[in-house]
C-alpha cells in the first residue's frame, strides 16, 4: 500500500485567493483526519470522517475553512480565502474505526499564503 | 477534558538513555500512543500501550504507563543519532489527541 496520500506538498499563494488540500486515505480505512500543524499551537485536530460523514468539525477554525469526502477514497480540505495566518502543514491521517493501530499520516502539505 | 502534557525539549547524549514523560487527563483513554516525527515528515506510529497494561517492550523502546497518576513515558535505550525528532505522547478515546511534541536533540 502507498500509504496515506496527500497532495501538493507544498502551496505557496497570495492572501485571498482559494487553496484546495487533498488526501487519499489507505484503502479500507473507514476514517480520515485532517490536522494544522503550525510551531505556537503544535498539532490541531481540525475535522474528522467516519465512513464519509464528518463527525466532529469543532477544530475548523472558521467558515473559510471547509472539507469534504465524497468517496471512501478521497478528500478536500479548502481554504477560501485563505490569510496569512492559515500558513501551516496541514496533514492527512486515516484509520480503521475501533482498532488499536493508531493512524497512519500522510506527508503533509506546507502551504504557505503570502 | 482532553489533554496531553510534555516538555518541550529533551537534549541527551549519544549512546545514553532518552526519557521522555507525558501526562493526559482522560481516564477512560483506551489506548496511549507514542509517535515519532522527523524533519519534513508525517507523525509515524513507534508503539501503543493499551490502558489495561503498565508495561511494553519493543526492542530499544520501553513504555511504562502509571494509569493511577495518568503518566506515560517512552524510554529509548543506547540512543543514536537516528533517534533525533520530535516525539508526541497521545491519548485515544473515540479520536486521538496529540501532545505538543518533545523535540529530542542528541549531543555527540
Known amino acids: 500500500d502507498a500509504g496515506v496520500i496527500q497532495s501538493p506538498r507544498h502551496e505557496v499563494t497570495e492572501m485571498g485567493q482559494e487553496v484546495t488540500l487533498r488526501c487519499k486515505p489507505i484503502s479500507g480505512h473507514n476514517s480520515l483526519f485532517w490536522y494544522r500543524q503550525t510551531m505556537m499551537r503544535g498539532l490541531e485536530l481540525l475535522i474528522y470522517?467516519?465512513?464519509?460523514?464528518?463527525?466532529?468539525d469543532s477544530g475548523m477554525p472558521e467558515d473559510r475553512f471547509s472539507a469534504k469526502m465524497p468517496n471512501a477514497s478521497f478528500s478536500t480540505l479548502k481554504i477560501q480565502p485563505s490569510e496569512p495566518r492559515d500558513s501551516a502543514v496541514y496533514f492527512c491521517?486515516?484509520?480503521?474505526?475501533?482498532?488499536?493501530?493508531?493512524?497512519?499520516f500522510g506527508s503533509g502539505t506546507r502551504l504557505t499564503v503570502v | 477534558g482532553e489533554d496531553v502534557e510534555q516538555s518541550l525539549f529533551l537534549s541527551v547524549r549519544e549512546g545514553d538513555s532518552s526519557v521522555i514523560n507525558c501526562t493526559y487527563t482522560d481516564s477512560s483513554s483506551t489506548y496511549l500512543y507514542w509517535y515519532k516525527q522527523e524533519p519534513g515528515a508525517g507523525l509515524q506510529l513507534l508503539t501503543y500501550?493499551?490502558?489495561?497494561?503498565d508495561m511494553k517492550q519493543d526492542q530499544r523502546l520501553t513504555v511504562l504507563l502509571n494509569k493511577k497518576d495518568k503518566h506515560l513515558s517512552l524510554r529509548i535505550a543506547d540512543t543514536q543519532t537516528g533517534d533525533s525528532a520530535i516525539y508526541f505522547c497521545?491519548?485515544?478515546?473515540?479520536?486521538?489527541?496529540f501532545g505538543k511534541g518533545t523535540r529530542l536533540h542528541i549531543l555527540p
Open positions: 497521545a491519548e485515544s478515546i473515540d479520536k486521538i489527541i
Open positions: 500501550i493499551f490502558s489495561n497494561m
Open positions: 491521517a486515516s484509520s480503521t474505526l475501533g482498532r488499536a493501530g493508531g493512524y497512519t
Open positions: 470522517f467516519n465512513n464519509n460523514v464528518p463527525i466532529d
